[in-house]
């Protein structure tokens, strides 16, 4: 069925935009799921760089030696000989945080990057520590920002994105060379991957009810999701419901968007709506791969989607807004709204191209000088672009 996605694309133009990211006395953090192509895309970037550069992972015994009991004189003389350090993720090394910061205040004109899938130990281990001495990256499965500069406008909106709903988006998946190596690709992403990173940090222990909670949530795409009703429904504490959710997202398997209010009586704010960060993963926990055509969640697919594609673009293109979505009691609702530069931005996303849709009057009322636009397969490219 499917137009085929080069292999590799991605990682050029990304490999590239890592040189405006370095700066001397940095520490360049690259958060993002396991298989999103961190590692191809350090591969890429060293084969075109001249720096004088250590590359290394985590699990270098010897590497962790030396970060284990951060001694000065060690970590300066092991850091002096080069220009560039390199260590694929970082979140295995005890003590990576405090060794990082003492390098890049000892050694002069050093550029590190560091990766991690796990962002909460990645970010716990180096936060405190290189307050100031960091910027961070996430790189999130392959964009259609990224595809667009190689594919038509036309394949875009139709074959190619036909691919997207149903697949997703991480770079392995989208290479197999047919529908069933892609399925056979994201469940193991799924399965050996993500949910792996969850259940073994934090000690979280039950599997089962780990992919329930998920198959809940992938279910509820596109509606606010109710703490007390998932822990009913699975039979575990609120509490934990809470915990869970947080280490998914953490973890980058889903990500959470908060109701918009100004406090107005009409309006919901209290429960979140959760997206999965890739929606090939949504349809490996529920297994459905069924043709759009054949599909009565298109409209979920399409709303998961376009807000994933639309955050990726954001963080790529630097577009710094809060999001929400907007709900009020007596049903008015609008999907997106993205609050920047002190003006709101309203954005409903529709499949059905057929079925009008009218910029709500209580929008506009409640709030001066707000925009609203309605985001189809006809038009999404110049919102994600």
């Not at 069925?1 to 133009?13: A, E, N, P, V």
């Not at 958060?31 to 760089?49: C, D, M, V």
């Not at 193991?188 to 969850?198: A, H, M, N, P, R």
């Amino acid at each position: 069925m499917s137009l085929q996605i080069q292999k590799q694309i991605q990682y050029f133009d990304r490999a590239h935009n890592l040189n405006s990211l370095l700066q001397p006395q940095k520490v360049l953090v690259i958060y993002g799921p396991r298989q999103a192509g961190k590692t191809s895309l350090l591969k890429i970037f060293t084969e075109k760089n001249t720096l004088k550069t250590f590359q290394s992972t985590g699990d270098d015994m010897k590497l962790k030696t030396i970060f284990s009991e951060p001694d000065f004189d060690g970590l300066i003389s092991f850091a002096k000989d080069y220009e560039l350090l390199i260590i694929d993720e970082a979140q295995n090394i005890p003590n990576i945080g405090l060794g990082l910061k003492i390098i890049v205040d000892h050694v002069e004109n050093i550029k590190i990057i560091v990766t991690g899938s796990a962002s909460f130990e990645l970010a716990g281990q180096i936060g405190e520590p290189l307050v100031g001495r960091k910027r961070t990256y996430t790189l999130f499965p392959l964009s259609v920002l990224e595809l667009s500069k190689y594919y038509t406008p036309h394949q875009l909106q139709n074959e190619l994105l036909e691919q997207l709903l149903l697949f997703g988006c991480y770079p392995e998946v989208l290479t197999a060379e047919t529908d069933r190596k892609k399925r056979e690709a994201l469940m193991e992403i799924t399965d050996s991957y993500l949910l792996k990173d969850v259940l073994a940090l934090e000690k979280t222990k039950s599997p089962k009810i780990l992919r329930d909670l998920l198959q809940l949530l992938a279910w509820q795409i596109g509606n606010e999701v109710s703490l007390t009703e998932l822990s009913n429904s699975l039979n575990i504490d609120y509490k934990t419901v809470a915990r869970y959710l947080d280490l998914l997202e953490k973890a980058f398997v889903i990500v959470s968007v908060s109701g918009f209010s100004r406090n107005l009586r009409k309006e919901i704010s209290k429960k979140d709506k959760y997206f999965f960060l890739d929606i090939g993963i949504r349809n490996a926990i529920i297994e459905n791969f069924n043709a759009i055509n054949l599909r009565n969640d298109i409209g979920q697919l399409w709303e998961n989607f376009i807000f994933l594609e639309r955050m990726k673009t954001r963080t790529y293109k630097r577009i710094y807004a809060n999001q929400y979505f907007w709900r009020t009691w007596d049903k008015k609702e609008i999907d997106l709204i993205e609050e920047r530069d002190g003006k709101l931005y309203g954005y409903e996303f529709k499949w059905n191209v057929k079925k009008k849709v009218k910029p709500l009057k209580l929008w506009f009322d409640t709030y001066d000088n707000a925009e609203f636009k309605v985001i189809t397969p006809k038009n999404y490219l110049d919102f994600i672009s």
